[in-house]
């Protein structure tokens, strides 16, 4: 132990013994007064000055006997209900500012100790565990973002040298540059989803509540993957209630069918069929989007809104893993809801219920 931590702990015992001494010598001074005055009025005794002189002595030495007795006790309670608890709060929390957010505190069963502590060991067990999460998620984070950004700087990188090269013909060249403008488009999507997200997650984007025709929004965002839909010959089924009126954020929620038209068409082989359907149910307009793609399975769909997560980790269909995790902030932002049905092999149905007026 450091000599400045050795006096530390000497004064604060000297400090207590002090506050105990004043504390006892008052009372006790005033219930002898109270007990000589009665005394010498009941019974008509007169104190000589050695009698006083006597008494004194041995009150004063009860007071410093009391004092110390008052220490020591004090000392040992705070030992087990306040130092103990205390200690073990201080080394977990240096521990976790080391980075360390595996640590968690036990709740001891100390002498008299309070539930206070109790309280804030839970707090800090919950935060170190919700800390633990958070560095798990940075951690992934990083990883698919490096990987997500490396894979279209590689294509540039690759097919930019191949251009280089003499004696192109104009069909290689123009399969080239169409690569490196894919790759560079693939890139700021990557990008732009990262700030939507970004902005989203931190409450820097609120819903602007307004009153629209949800089926005219959802209609022109479907029509709008018209090229798409029609270079996979795919079939666009429809069952749509006309002027189906929510309060919501236009904006916002063409996010929400802009990814999921986007996925069911990419995910649906050629051929296959794409659905929407609007109706309205009481209180809430119901939105379904289904597909006859590939479906997804029990495990993909427990960590499909995550971030970055794709069920196809071969990356062979273009994404990157930011759109359902964007739907699932809308949705939840927006106060919507939305759930999944999927079978593998027989297609995917997303449905969302979005607060009429």
């Not at 990987?147 to 123009?174: C, D, F, W």
């Not at 590939?294 to 759109?323: P, R, W």
Request: with cysteine; charged share 25%; aromatic share 8%.
């Amino acid at each position: 132990m450091k000599k400045s931590e050795r006096y530390k702990k000497i004064l604060l015992a000297v400090n207590h013994f002090l506050v105990f001494f004043l504390i006892a010598a008052f009372l006790i001074t005033c219930c002898i007064l109270l007990f000589v005055t009665v005394m010498t009025e009941t019974l008509g005794i007169t104190l000589t000055d050695a009698d006083i002189g006597v008494a004194a002595k041995l009150t004063f030495a009860n007071v410093v006997a009391l004092s110390l007795m008052f220490t020591v006790i004090d000392t040992i309670r705070r030992k087990l209900t306040v130092d103990k608890p205390v200690k073990k709060i201080t080394e977990a929390t240096q521990k976790m500012m080391e980075g360390d957010f595996s640590v968690r505190i036990k709740k001891g069963r100390d002498f008299g100790s309070e539930d206070k502590f109790g309280e804030i060991i839970d707090c800090i067990n919950k935060m170190a565990e919700e800390l633990s999460s958070v560095e798990t998620l940075r951690t992934d984070f990083i990883a698919n973002v490096s990987h997500e950004l490396k894979t279209p700087l590689a294509v540039m990188q690759n097919y930019g040298t191949m251009l280089t090269k003499p004696n192109l013909s104009e069909e290689q060249r123009i399969e080239y540059a169409k690569a490196i403008t894919d790759a560079s488009h693939r890139l700021a999507t990557l990008i732009t989803n990262i700030l939507k997200l970004n902005k989203l997650e931190n409450q820097q984007i609120t819903p602007t509540l307004e009153t629209y025709d949800l089926s005219e929004q959802v209609c022109e965002c479907l029509l709008s993957f018209e090229n798409a839909w029609e270079s996979k010959e795919l079939n666009i089924e429809t069952n749509i209630e006309d002027g189906v009126t929510v309060k919501s954020d236009p904006e916002m929620m063409s996010l929400v069918w802009n990814n999921l038209f986007s996925n069911a068409i990419k995910f649906t082989d050629k051929g296959g069929t794409v659905s929407l359907g609007i109706s309205s149910d009481g209180d809430f307009a119901v939105v379904t989007v289904g597909d006859t793609g590939c479906g997804i399975s029990g495990e993909v769909g427990e960590h499909m809104f995550d971030k970055f997560y794709q069920g196809d980790t071969s990356h062979a269909t273009q994404g990157n893993g930011l759109g359902l995790a964007l739907v699932k902030r809308v949705i939840d932002i927006t106060g919507s809801d939305i759930s999944v049905e999927s079978e593998i092999g027989r297609g995917t149905t997303f449905t969302v219920r979005v607060r009429r007026v």
